[in-house]
């Protein structure tokens, strides 16, 4: 591949494809690209995950390829040397002090930036959505095929909208779930705002099931006081962390309760992580071990969610607007307490976007199917139909009645599985944007 599509002839990387083959040959219908989420996860092992997770039928039909994207994984990948307090997701997500001033985010999103900037080398200077698309594109090419499936999660759905936009004519069967909001003058910083709504949308699942007689891990009575509870005691851990060793940071304060929160949301297999953590704050249980992930694997990770989200489009804001909001949305949203609209690095990146971001249209093949749970804390159903908006014609949405990140074969509920197996099997769309009702 290019390094930058703008000089062709110029210094090339390699990007790290892996391949499943169609179960039947007899019934292949060609190549189903997964299209990692993030920005900034890898997908090399897609197909392995795929093979237990897709259904039969679509795995007859399809060499099921996957890949780590520029400057992830095995793919030229990035580093920005970060310190290791700056690899804390209370720093990464910013997460406002206390009293929800943001000098401190102010200056380590600054920090970040230049350090990224300084150690990223050229790659991360290369990394926006629209070179992934023209990655794939040349994934398709080095496949020997006219045209080109996908299933898009998270990030991914972005990626794969607009590799739609830009090579329509090469696209078979795509399929887009957890669905970003397209904006194109906002892209990330619209994906970071929209965590606000999202967790509001999605916290009450873990309300319900928090309250539930019965449950061992309960933490109150009602999910109103599951709601109360949780406000009470992030407020009590900014005042009175407690040591929690081995964590980064190596206490439990109330950003970390937050994050656990907002972590706990993405399914319903980790409500009792965050309630057993709940019950530790309160002192009825030990701490448990912390989780944090080894410093290598975050800085990868890390570098290129920078990249991609800074090379995407540019993040205006003064010190004093970025206040602003964030002492807004701490009133209206106060179960994220204004980390969604606050300071990033990408507003101190030094480099401008080589190119605009690509504006999704509905221009090409009525060849798109869109699923979506309803209560999505990364990628709300509200952002979701922006994506659906932007496409038109081109695009059918399924509306499944659940919570968690992550819809097509995620969450059990039939009626959207079956409806985008159907798609991918036979080609054929809902008539018109589907519902799917609560799995009973």
């Excluded at 310190?83 to 990464?92: F, G, P, Q």
């Excluded at 300084?118 to 698309?133: D, K, L, Y």
């Excluded at 299933?151 to 830009?166: D, F, K, L, N, R």
């Excluded at 004093?320 to 204004?338: C, E, F, S």
Aim: glycine share 8%.
């Amino acid at each position: 591949m290019p390094l930058d599509y703008r000089a062709p002839r110029g210094p090339k990387i390699t990007l790290a494809v892996s391949r499943l083959t169609a179960a039947r040959p007899e019934l292949r219908r060609g190549a189903l690209l997964m299209i990692p989420g993030g920005p900034g996860n890898p997908g090399l092992g897609g197909p392995s995950s795929a093979a237990k997770r897709l259904p039969q039928s679509v795995l007859d039909r399809y060499d099921v390829i996957g890949f780590d994207p520029r400057g992830v994984g095995q793919s030229a990948p990035v580093d920005c040397g970060l310190a290791h307090d700056d690899l804390s997701m209370t720093k990464l997500r910013p997460w406002p002090a206390p009293d929800g001033t943001i000098t401190d985010n102010l200056a380590t999103a600054r920090r970040i930036a230049e350090t990224c900037a300084r150690n990223g080398g050229p790659v991360i200077r290369t990394m926006s959505t629209a070179n992934e698309a023209r990655d794939i594109d040349r994934i398709r090419q080095a496949l020997g095929e006219q045209r080109l499936s996908a299933w898009g999660e998270s990030y991914g759905t972005y990626a794969g909208a607009v590799y739609a936009t830009m090579f329509p004519q090469h696209t078979d069967r795509i399929v887009l779930d957890s669905n970003d909001n397209p904006d194109p003058s906002r892209v990330g910083r619209g994906w970071m705002a929209g965590f606000d709504t999202g967790a509001e949308d999605r916290f009450p699942d873990f309300a319900a099931w928090a309250s539930a007689p019965g449950n061992p891990d309960r933490v109150a009575e009602s999910p109103q006081a599951v709601r109360a509870l949780y406000l009470d005691l992030a407020a009590r851990l900014d005042r009175q962390p407690i040591p929690w060793p081995g964590a980064n940071p190596a206490t439990l304060n109330g950003n970390v309760l937050r994050e656990a929160m907002l972590e706990s949301l993405y399914a319903d297999a980790k409500f009792p992580a965050l309630a057993q953590l709940i019950l530790a704050a309160q002192g009825t249980r030990p701490l448990p071990l912390p989780s944090t992930p080894p410093d290598q694997a975050l800085q990868n990770t890390v570098a290129a969610a920078v990249g991609t989200f800074c090379d995407d489009v540019a993040w205006p804001g003064s010190a004093t607007d970025l206040a602003r909001a964030v002492a807004a949305d701490r009133v209206t949203h106060p179960l994220t307490a204004g980390m969604p609209v606050n300071v990033m690095p990408c507003t101190f990146w030094p480099y401008p976007p080589a190119e605009p971001a690509v504006r999704v249209t509905p221009d090409g093949p009525s060849n798109v199917v869109l699923v979506q749970n309803l209560r999505d804390p990364a990628t709300p159903y509200t952002g979701a139909l922006k994506l659906r908006q932007a496409f038109g014609n081109r695009a059918r949405m399924i509306a499944v009645d659940s919570g968690g990140h992550d819809a097509y074969r995620a969450n059990g509920n039939a009626c959207g599985d079956s409806l985008v197996t159907n798609f991918l099997v036979t080609g054929r769309r809902p008539a018109r944007d589907a519902f799917c009702p609560a799995r009973r």
